[in-house]
């Protein structure tokens, strides 16, 4: 239980909540269990792969807009150059966004890295450079969420910080004109 929640708050998404979880554990569920039902390193590999590009994309694209207000891209500018964008939602808007949604983001974005790292490194130990393939894909479509939201999050903080202190100094500075005009 979530100490820093209201008591009786749910999520406000569900649904977006849902599929957030639903490609990553289905990558991981399929990665770990196929070894029981398949031979083929060749389907092992796409269905892994492909599962785990299904949530690159949802995550990028569908839950971290609607769970956390945070989306990023990369461009390539008239000059050839790889520009990434950061794009976060406004001050009030970024704290209307539900406490158990941000959780449930953030503790799977991390978490989904984790267990593939753990499953990486099995397959260091079993000598299995193929599957050691397959999970390098999926942590490396983890790791580039992970970047581009932590990066979204820093830059939000940051405008969050700016908005204060503009809001700060635009109040003492209309407080203090207020002051000298009675005067």
């Keep these: 239980m979530d100490l820093n929640q209201p008591p009786g708050e749910n999520y406000a998404n569900p649904k977006t909540c849902f599929f957030h979880v639903l490609f990553k554990g289905a990558a991981l569920a399929f990665y770990i269990l196929s070894a029981l039902f398949f031979d083929s390193f060749v389907i092992i590999f796409v269905v892994t792969v492909l599962l785990a590009a299904l949530d690159f994309w949802v995550v990028k694209n569908v839950s971290g807009r609607i769970l956390v207000g945070l ?21 009030e808007s970024m704290t209307r966004m539900n406490k158990k949604d941000s959780w449930l983001f953030w503790w799977t974005l991390y978490l989904s ?36 939201f932590t990066k979204c999050r820093k830059d939000a903080k940051k405008q969050i910080q700016q908005f204060a202190s503009q809001t700060i100094a635009s109040g003492f500075t209309s407080t203090l004109q207020s002051a000298f005009s009675v005067v």
């Design 71 to 91: 989306r990023w891209w990369n461009e390539i500018n008239d000059m050839g150059e790889s520009v990434w964008k950061f794009e976060c939602l406004d001050h």
């Design 113 to 148: 890295a984790v267990a593939w790292i753990v499953l990486g490194i099995f397959s260091l130990i079993r000598f299995q450079a193929d599957y050691l393939l397959v999970v390098g894909v999926c942590l490396t479509l983890s790791i580039a969420n992970i970047i581009g």
